[in-house]
């Protein structure tokens, strides 16, 4: 799992994530903001809007993703640069 923290417009903290598959395919990519999770829309090599909203998340890795952007945030406070 990759994790990047991003600043929207607005200044709120999103987070941008990416999954691979065991074999090392690309697996899921979404953005994450206040512990709900959205579609990823690529729109450039780089950049890409939110989505509609995912309900149907399964727990196990949802729970999995916000421990890793909890643990992430733990060790490097409020800098989005790091």
Known sequence: MRLWR??????????RIRTWLKDGTPGDEYWVMNGKFYELIPITETGAATGPLITDMDDEKRMAVLDAIAKWEAKNGENPCV
Do not use: E, T
């Open 6 to 15: 991003h600043l929207d417009q607005a200044g709120h903290v999103k987070w």
